[in-house]
């Protein structure tokens, strides 16, 4: 049973900083990959950053230069620090891990329960 429980969301204004936690716990064995996605109303869901188990870190063009994933591995835990927020950032955000229980187990995406970003112009 793995569970990812999501925080940091709000309201904030434009220009304005966030930053998202994630955090995993149960039965982690390890990680591939740790990754955050939006989706706003209207919208797909969108990959915006991801940090593999290397440590390589990729963010969407959207975001790239104002939002900047980071990782705790001690903690099981992934950060999604946002600067110069704008009105298009708001939506609702999920962690997203890539993780089995075991060595011997298969590979399994786990969400999270999404938190609330408004960015107010």
């Known amino acids: 049973q793995v569970r990812l429980v999501e925080s940091g969301g709000g309201l904030v204004q434009a220009g304005g900083s966030l930053r998202l936690s994630c955090a995993a716990s149960?039965?982690?064995?390890?990680?591939?990959?740790m990754n955050w996605y939006r989706q706003a109303p209207g919208k797909e869901r969108e990959l915006v950053a991801t940090?593999?188990?290397?440590?390589?870190?990729n963010h969407a063009d959207s975001v790239k230069g104002r939002f900047t994933i980071s990782r705790d591995n001690a903690k099981n835990t992934v950060y999604l620090q946002m600067n110069s927020l704008k009105p298009e950032d708001t939506a609702v955000y999920y962690c997203?891990?890539?993780?089995?229980?075991?060595?011997?187990?298969?590979?399994?995406?786990?969400w999270g329960q999404g938190t609330q970003v408004t960015v107010s112009s």
């Open positions: 997203k891990f890539r993780a089995r229980s075991t060595a011997w187990g298969t590979w399994n995406g786990y």
């Open positions: 149960g039965s982690i064995f390890s990680i591939n990959s």
């Open positions: 940090i593999t188990s290397d440590g390589i870190t």
